[in-house]
C-alpha cells in the first residue's frame, strides 16, 4: 500500500521498501512525526534559492522596503494596534497635517515616544543584507516607506525616502530647511515644541497624513521601477497607495517580483517567489546565497 508520495525529501515512495516503516504507515502518522514543519523548512530553503537566483541572475534590483523591515529593530508600526501609540489617541488622526497645524503642542506630545524609538533604533540584519546586495552591485535603489533613516545607517547609499525624513525641518512661516541634529535630543528630553529664529513653527521633514509625497522623490522611485528587472518588497504589506503602486509599475515594464512580507499582498499572485516569514531571518540568507552564486559565477570566469 502506497500511502505517502513524496515531494524531493528522503523517504522512499513506498515506506516499506527498504523495511524502515511498518506497512500500516499512513499519512496520519506522517503528521504526528511532526514532518510539516520539515516540509516547511525545506519549502521555505527552496523559495530562498529560488530568490536567491533571481537576484543573481539580474542586472537592476530595487527594492521597496515598508514598516515590517524595521519592526525587527523595534521601531513601532504606527498603524498597529499594540504599538503603544494609541493608547491615548488614534494616530491616524494625530498624525495628520491638519492636526499638527491645529495643535502643533499636542502633536509633539504624541510624537515624543515614537521619536525616541526611531532615535535609538539600530538596522537589523535585513537592512545590512541589502546594503551588501548594493555593494555587490545588484541592487540598484532601495525605495523606502520608513523614515527610520536605519538603510543609511545599515549603510545603504541610495535610498529613496518617499515620505520623508526626521533629519530635516521646515519652518512653516519662512520656509527655511533647517538640520535637527541636536534640536531632536533636546526636544526629547522635554523642551518645548521647536521653534525657528523667526518664531515660526518647525515641522519635521516627514509626510504627515494628508500631505503630497516629496515629488521629485516619487517620480525617481517610479523611474526606477520602469527601469528594474526584479523588484523585491520587503516588509510592506502594499496597502498605502501611491507606494504600493510602485511594483505593479516595474511589472507592467517586464519586471520580476519577489516578496518577503509575513501578511500577504496584493503582488502575492504575480510574484515569481513570496516567502511570509521575518524578513530579519529570510533576507540575509538569500544575500547570503546570491553572494555565493556570485563568487562560483566569478570563479569559473577566472578558470576560463
Ligand atoms: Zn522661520
Request: proline share 7%; with cysteine.
Amino acid at each position: 500500500m502506497a500511502v505517502f508520495v513524496p515531494g524531493d525529501h528522503c523517504l522512499p515512495a513506498t515506506p516499506n521498501a527498504v523495511g524502515l516503516l511498518p506497512r500500516e504507515f499512513n499519512i496520519v502518522e506522517l503528521k504526528s512525526l511532526k514532518l510539516g514543519p520539515f516540509r516547511k523548512r525545506m519549502d521555505t530553503q527552496r523559495r530562498i534559492e529560488r530568490a536567491a537566483a533571481l537576484i543573481a541572475n539580474s542586472k537592476y534590483v530595487v527594492a521597496l522596503t515598508g514598516a515590517g523591515i524595521s519592526t525587527p529593530s523595534g521601531v513601532p508600526d504606527f498603524r498597529s494596534p499594540g504599538s503603544g501609540l494609541w493608547e491615548k489617541v488614534n494616530p491616524i488622526l494625530m498624525a495628520s497635517t491638519f492636526s499638527f497645524r491645529l495643535q502643533p503642542q499636542a502633536f509633539y506630545e504624541w510624537a515624543r515616544p515614537l521619536a525616541r524609538k526611531l532615535l535609538e533604533a539600530e538596522p537589523n540584519p535585513a537592512h545590512r543584507a541589502l546594503a551588501k546586495l548594493e555593494d555587490m552591485g545588484l541592487l540598484k535603489a532601495v525605495i523606502t516607506q520608513n523614515i527610520d533613516d536605519l538603510h543609511q545607517k545599515a549603510g545603504s547609499r541610495r535610498v529613496l525616502e518617499l515620505h520623508g525624513n526626521m533629519r530635516q525641518a521646515t519652518c512653516l512661516k519662512c520656509h527655511r530647511v533647517v538640520s535637527t541634529h541636536g534640536m531632536m535630543e533636546r526636544f526629547l528630553e522635554g523642551e518645548e515644541v521647536p521653534n525657528c529664529s523667526c518664531g515660526g513653527l518647525l515641522k519635521p521633514n516627514v509626510v504627515l497624513i494628508g500631505e503630497p509625497l516629496p515629488r521629485w522623490v516619487l517620480l525617481e522611485a517610479w523611474g526606477e521601477a520602469e527601469r528594474c528587472d526584479l523588484m523585491l518588497v520587503v516588509g510592506s504589506s502594499l496597502e498605502i497607495a501611491p507606494a504600493a503602486e510602485i511594483p505593479f509599475v516595474a511589472l507592467r515594464c517586464g519586471a520580476k517580483a519577489i516578496v518577503v512580507n509575513y501578511q500577504p499582498t496584493p503582488l502575492d499572485s504575480q510574484a515569481e517567489v513570496v516567502i511570509r516569514k521575518d524578513v530579519a531571518e529570510v533576507l540575509p540568507r538569500i544575500i547570503g546565497q546570491v553572494g555565493r552564486l556570485v563568487d562560483r559565477y566569478i570563479g569559473k570566469s577566472v578558470d576560463r
